[in-house]
């Protein structure tokens, strides 16, 4: 019995130093409190147990956060969808539609538009070009960006925009007055005083505006203009002011005639050119241009038919001269 004692015992401690460490729990009979009836259930004992780390983060997340996080997720997505398709500008305008569409059964459509100071503009043009139609509501409209848009047309250089609630707009604008017509590369613009292109010279209520012509021209006409009409004689003989290599003036006059300015003392100059006219009527004779940007001369070109009468005129008086020395 000894002999089997022992190898008993020696096997129980070769299997206890070769076993994981086990953790018991006890588990006691509902039908028996008899200690010696006490059942022990062994786990192995583990530190790197993933399911106690994931039981205690759901314990710690509110509830409803998998819902929103998937709402959110879907979300996200379609909006990706939209922007990635191109349709990002037609959800926005369906959405500004909708909430117009309630606004305006509520009470706020838009019944009555006044608009002032209008000249050139219709104001259907006013309108679209402040983004306001029959869809828009007075509630949702904003009028700083109706009023930005306004001011970003041409013809507008001032704009006011008033919501009257529940249904009145009022619009008040300064508009930019057509001042001359341009000239550049062959086409034409009509321009304001400070050189603003307003539209392209398509209608005939612009015909009688002054014509410049020239790069820089624009800019630099309502300056030179204000000069030349302190001389009326000149000013009304005169179809277009030609500026030269963004520096000086020419004069193209009604008959044709050319007048080349000098880049300064132009005043003295035009002052000259009305002396002269008036005491030897320069300006009706047959030339083609005057110029007088030499300010001690002024050079005087024919036209060919003019040159041709001259020269036939100096030949025809040397050939009477030499008869008259024959004689």
Do not use: C
């Amino acid at each position: 019995m000894d002999g089997g004692g022992r190898l008993s015992r020696s096997v129980r401690q070769t299997q206890s130093r070769s076993a994981p460490t086990r953790k018991a729990a006890p588990v006691t009979s509902r039908s028996s409190s008899n200690p010696s009836t006490r059942r022990y259930v062994f786990e192995p004992e583990r530190e790197d147990n993933p399911n106690g780390f994931f039981a205690k983060l759901e314990r710690r997340l509110p509830r409803g956060l998998g819902v929103a996080a998937t709402v959110a997720l879907l979300i996200g997505a379609g909006t990706l969808g939209v922007i990635k398709g191109g349709h990002g500008d037609n959800v926005v305008s369906a959405f500004q539609d909708t909430r117009n569409a309630l606004a305006n059964a509520v009470g706020f459509r838009i019944t009555s538009v006044a608009i002032s100071g209008r000249k050139q503009l219709t104001q259907d043009e006013v309108l679209a070009v402040g983004g306001v139609n029959g869809r828009s509501s007075l509630l949702f409209l904003d009028a700083a960006s109706v009023r930005d848009r306004l001011k970003g047309d041409p013809w507008i250089a001032d704009a006011t925009v008033q919501k009257l609630y529940p249904g009145h707009l009022q619009i008040d604008l300064v508009e930019r007055k057509p001042y001359a017509l341009w000239q550049l590369d062959g086409r034409l613009s009509v321009i304001a005083e400070d050189g603003t292109v307003l539209e392209p010279y398509v209608a005939n209520r612009f015909s009688l505006l002054p014509l410049v012509v020239g790069k820089g021209a624009e800019t630099r006409a309502h300056a030179f203009l204000d000069v030349l009409a302190n001389y009326p004689n000149i000013r009304n003989q005169t179809r277009a002011v030609i500026l030269v290599g963004e520096r000086r003036w020419n004069l193209r006059l009604t008959n044709g005639l050319d007048v080349r300015l000098p880049e300064e003392g132009v005043e003295t100059a035009l002052a000259t050119l009305i002396k002269l006219d008036g005491e030897e009527q320069l300006l009706s004779r047959d030339i083609t241009s005057v110029d007088m940007r030499l300010p001690d001369r002024l050079i005087v070109r024919l036209s060919e038919d003019a040159a041709k009468a001259r020269a036939d005129a100096l030949a025809a008086a040397s050939k009477q001269k030499r008869k008259a020395g024959d004689a």
